[in-house]
């Protein structure tokens, strides 16, 4: 299996490429900085495995929801790259590429991803490891206030992202009682999204290169509150 993945959607800018088991991956956290670094980091991991983008199977990419230019470059990327080598797209959401992390990471199988929408909201959703090691939507994925979060059943759920560094107390109040503890600074790396992309790639859900498209969850994205 030969799969690369690209992920711009937060703070964290990072690129990844499966060949066999094997992964190799670069990852920098740079505001801004994303256009200028995620092409140099495709093709410093293609030229040091000495493959070409027609080689690959596919190109995973962080769909969101995230900063809404994030969003656009890894999939504007991702759909240039795919078109000029044939390829199929695979998109991944972006707070279950943070829970996957968690649980590389440290082991978190229980997972309520939160990252900060701006304008006083949290994209959430919450997740749950499966048999297969991989993170699992429970409910939606959605953007709301970080004071009416939606808070599974049961205890021993984590926090991850940079939705509880903004809104922490709001956060902490509403999720009292089923949290064991939270990180404020993680990101989404494109690491996990091979995690992700994978076993699409292997059953072939996959999609041609014009459907990779952005998930904003926000209808307009250049809403504005009072």
Aim: with cysteine.
């Amino acid at each position: 299996m030969k799969l690369l993945a690209i992920e711009t959607s937060t703070e964290a800018c990072s690129a990844a490429l499966l060949l066999g088991n094997e992964i190799q991956s670069r990852y920098e956290i740079a505001p801004q900085q994303h256009a200028n670094l995620i092409l140099p980091m495709v093709n410093e991991l293609l030229a040091q495995a000495g493959i070409k983008l027609q080689q690959l199977d596919a190109i995973a990419f962080g769909r969101g929801p995230g900063s809404f230019t994030g969003v656009r470059i890894a999939a504007s990327v991702t759909q240039g790259l795919a078109f000029g080598a044939d390829v199929p797209v695979i998109p991944v959401s972006t707070l279950a590429a943070i829970a996957q992390h968690m649980y590389r990471e440290q082991q978190k199988i229980k997972v309520l991803a939160a990252i900060d929408a701006r304008i006083s909201e949290v994209y959430w959703a919450a997740y749950e490891l499966d048999n297969n090691n991989l993170m699992q939507l429970t409910g939606e994925e959605c953007v709301i206030a970080p004071d009416s979060v939606a808070v599974p059943e049961g205890k021993d759920w984590f926090g991850a992202g940079t939705g509880w560094s903004a809104y922490l107390p709001q956060l902490q109040s509403r999720t009292k009682g089923h949290i064991t503890g939270y990180q404020g600074d993680a990101f989404p790396h494109a690491e996990d999204i091979i995690a992700l992309a994978s076993p699409l790639l292997a059953s072939g859900q996959v999609l041609p290169p014009e459907q990779a498209i952005p998930v904003y969850l926000r209808d307009n994205v250049a809403i504005k509150k009072a």
